[in-house]
């Protein structure tokens, strides 16, 4: 009887133990699905929406606010405030009055206007009015020139050289004659080579992203590849600004981010920039799906070996039960024959 009884709670707890390893393989394998849809989402507004509800909040608008304001950087200060107004996340007044105190002070006709001249004289443009005065430089072909010589002539002396500024200024030039003959239908892609050039310049070009680029340039003729690169700088500078357009290239890997960074500028606009700061990459790639789906996967098939084992458990003690019990059955009945 203590066998028995020791038997048939073995079974029970095996059963038990089944049912928890089958509640728990279930959510596995539901949470394992919403990774998976995650992970084939491509649409870089989503991506960044649920990035943002799960790391922007008020402490962090201020924290990036006070950095922007500290560095100077205005433009970014005004994006956070804007993308803080429109996720309805609280910010301090003073911070607001001080972004819009300083954009007033910037805003002055003799400011713009240095600006703009400084970008016309040395390609590097810092905000609209300097990235104007570069794309006018560079619309005129003075821009181009001033740099395919500069670099020509350092190459030439064996002095030290960017070929890629000479590289671009080639391109450069022939977008410019391209964009005068189709009557101004090119001015994106000649807009965006202007960003591409000034954020090598600058330093704030991805290299990775260069060198894709490239690669994808000579793979299509005539340089496709390099002027749909431009092309989407371009719509990033006319979306979200100048500045928006160089922190892209900075963390574009490949010409396909820039592509998806502006269909997110088409969307979020002057928002673009602090969101792209904020996120970096993340803003559009879903980095970490891939890991979370293998990892949900691999606890789903642990839970699932676990059911099965228990279910072989639990079928086996009721099994040698059953045995148990018809040959108790037959004993007694062999028993009883031979008494009678």
């Given at each position: 009887m203590n066998l028995r009884r020791l038997t048939l709670g073995g079974s029970v707890l095996a059963l038990v133990v089944a049912t928890v390893f089958g509640v728990a393989a279930a959510s596995f394998i539901?949470?394992?699905?919403?990774?998976?849809?995650?992970?084939?989402?491509?649409d870089p507004v989503k991506i960044s929406e649920r990035a943002l509800a799960q790391s922007f909040n008020r402490d962090?608008?201020?924290?990036?606010?006070?950095?922007?304001?500290?560095?100077?950087?205005?433009?970014?200060?005004?994006?956070?405030?804007?993308?803080?107004?429109?996720?309805?996340?609280?910010?301090?007044?003073a911070l607001v009055d001080q972004t819009k105190q300083v954009t007033a002070q910037q805003a002055t006709l003799t400011s713009r206007a240095g600006r703009f001249i400084r970008g016309l004289w040395t390609g590097e443009p810092t905000d609209v009015e300097s990235l104007?005065?570069?794309?006018?430089?560079?619309l005129f072909v003075f821009g181009d020139i001033r740099d395919a010589a500069r670099e020509g002539t350092r190459y030439l002396s064996g002095a030290h050289y960017d070929p890629w500024i000479l590289g671009l200024a080639g391109v450069g030039i022939g977008l410019t004659v391209a964009t005068y003959a189709s009557a101004g239908a090119a001015v994106p892609e000649r807009l965006?080579?202007?960003?591409?050039?000034?954020?090598?310049?600058?330093?704030?070009?991805?290299?990775?992203?260069?060198?894709?680029?490239?690669?994808?340039a000579v793979k299509v003729e005539e340089g496709g590849g390099l002027v749909a690169l431009a092309e989407n700088a371009?719509?990033?500078?006319?979306?979200?600004?100048?500045?928006?357009?160089?922190?892209?290239?900075?963390?574009?890997?490949?010409p396909e981010d820039m592509a998806r960074l502006a269909r997110l500028s088409t969307v979020e606009g002057g928002k673009t920039r602090?969101?792209?700061?904020?996120?970096?990459?993340?803003?559009?790639?879903?980095?970490?799906?891939?890991?979370?789906?293998?990892?949900?996967?691999?606890?789903?098939?642990?839970?699932?070996?676990?059911?099965?084992?228990?279910?072989?458990s639990a079928?086996?003690?009721?099994?040698?039960?059953?045995?148990?019990?018809?040959?108790?059955?037959r004993l007694r009945y062999a028993t009883a024959t031979l008494i009678g």
């Open positions: 539901r949470a394992g699905m919403a990774a998976q849809a995650r992970a084939s989402e491509t962090v608008a201020e924290r990036e606010i006070r950095s922007a304001l500290a560095a100077g950087d205005v433009d970014l200060a005004r994006s956070f405030v804007e993308l803080a107004a429109d996720r309805d996340v609280p910010v301090d007044q104007a005065g570069t794309a006018v430089g560079d965006g080579l202007s960003v591409i050039k000034a954020a090598k310049r600058t330093g704030k070009l991805n290299p990775v992203l260069m060198v894709r680029a490239a690669r994808e371009g719509k990033v500078e006319s979306k979200a600004g100048a500045q928006a357009a160089l922190d892209s290239l900075a963390v574009a890997e490949e602090a969101i792209v700061k904020l996120l970096g990459r993340a803003a559009i790639i879903l980095s970490a799906s891939a890991l979370d789906l293998a990892m949900w996967v691999l606890w789903a098939a642990f839970a699932l070996f676990g059911f099965c084992a228990s279910c072989k079928t086996e003690r009721l099994t040698q039960r059953y045995l148990d019990a018809r040959r108790s059955q």
